[in-house]
């Protein structure tokens, strides 16, 4: 798997631009927070295939996965005011809508074969990962000559 070598923030950032032909920006996403941990909306315009391209990494790092696990996996700390922080989960509508619209697209489906249900990664998103990561990989070589 070659997208195991890329380096992960560049790769998910590479693999968003490439999402965007995929998958589409609900209207409701400028207005809704990630989590009760955040205080405030994403800040960045392109923050939902961002998201998505790390939902896609993470199920194909992860899968099968489920809306819970992702829920904790892109959780944060909640600031209590005075009070100590504690943990807060994901918004869980961003993450299903992210896993809806890709296995619309047919780069996710879901797994109910195995003991652990939940969504996994096609061979379609398989290819469309393993290409994006390929730059990244060409790139490392021709720095190490």
Same mark, same amino acid.
């Given at each position: 798997m070659?997208?195991y070598q890329?380096p992960p =923030?560049?790769?998910i950032l590479? #693999?968003?631009?490439? #999402?965007?032909?995929?998958?589409?920006?609900?209207?409701?996403?400028?207005?809704?927070?990630?989590g009760n941990?955040?205080? $405030?909306?994403?800040?960045q315009?392109?923050w939902?295939?961002?998201r998505a391209a +790390? /939902? *896609?990494?993470?199920? +194909?790092?992860?899968?099968p996965?489920?809306?819970?696990k #992702?829920?904790?996996?892109?959780?944060?700390?909640?600031?209590?005011?005075?009070r100590?922080?504690?943990?807060?989960? +994901?918004?869980g509508?961003v993450? $299903?809508?992210? *896993?809806q619209? &890709?296995?619309?697209?047919? &780069?996710?489906?879901?797994? #109910?074969?195995?003991?652990h249900?939940? $969504?996994?990664v096609t061979?379609?998103?398989?290819?469309?990962?393993?290409? /994006?990561?390929? =730059?990244?990989?060409?790139e490392?070589?021709d720095?190490?000559?």
């Amino acid at each position: 798997m070659r997208f195991y070598q890329a380096p992960p =923030q560049q790769f998910i950032l590479a #693999l968003s631009k490439e #999402l965007k032909s995929h998958i589409a920006m609900p209207d409701w996403a400028f207005f809704v927070k990630t989590g009760n941990g955040r205080e $405030r909306p994403p800040t960045q315009s392109d923050w939902f295939f961002i998201r998505a391209a +790390a /939902v *896609l990494r993470a199920v +194909a790092i992860n899968g099968p996965i489920g809306t819970q696990k #992702l829920r904790t996996k892109f959780g944060n700390r909640k600031n209590n005011g005075f009070r100590p922080e504690h943990f807060a989960k +994901a918004g869980g509508s961003v993450i $299903r809508e992210i *896993l809806q619209q &890709l296995d619309k697209a047919g &780069l996710t489906k879901q797994e #109910l074969k195995n003991i652990h249900k939940g $969504r996994i990664v096609t061979p379609k998103g398989q290819s469309m990962m393993d290409k /994006v990561a390929k =730059q990244f990989i060409t790139e490392k070589k021709d720095a190490a000559q």
